[in-house]
Nanobody
Framework: QVQLVESGGGQVQIGDSLRLSCAASGGTFNMAWFRQAPGKDVEIVACISRIGVNTYYADSVKGRFTISRDNAKNILYLQMNSQKPDDTAIYYC?????????????????WGQGTQVTVSS
């Protein structure tokens, strides 16, 4: 059984940093962080391949966010720096059974419950 549990969300000020974690169990997958801002669709933030060689970032977070993983501990991370109000959203960890690293929401088979991140001025 696959379980994904996010942690690390909270309220921060503009320009602050925050690190999200996702504890995974049930296998090793291609993984991603998605987010959903109020009134908007779910969008991909970043994704990473099974052994961490390949990564992808949305243009809106490139240069500010870093996705990484520790397969020995089965934990996925999202380091978020220089945060902006537009980063306010519920952040979801997701895992994909497929072989290729994908950016589409429909490609991900398992989802965590989400963690709220709020960036205020």
């Amino acid at each position: 059984q696959v379980q994904l549990v996010e942690s690390g969300g909270g309220q921060v000020q503009i320009g602050d940093s925050l690190r999200l974690s996702c504890a995974a169990s049930g296998g090793t997958f291609n993984m991603a962080w998605f987010r959903q801002a109020p009134g908007k669709d779910v969008e991909i933030v970043a994704c990473i391949s099974r052994i961490g060689v390949n990564t992808y970032y949305a243009d809106s977070v490139k240069g500010r966010f870093t996705i990484s993983r520790d397969n020995a501990k089965n934990i996925l991370y999202l380091q978020m720096n220089s945060q902006k109000p537009d980063d306010t959203a519920i952040y979801y960890c997701a895992a994909a059974d497929g072989y290729e690293l994908r950016t589409f929401r429909a490609s991900y088979d398992y989802w965590g419950q989400g963690t709220q991140v709020t960036v205020s001025s």
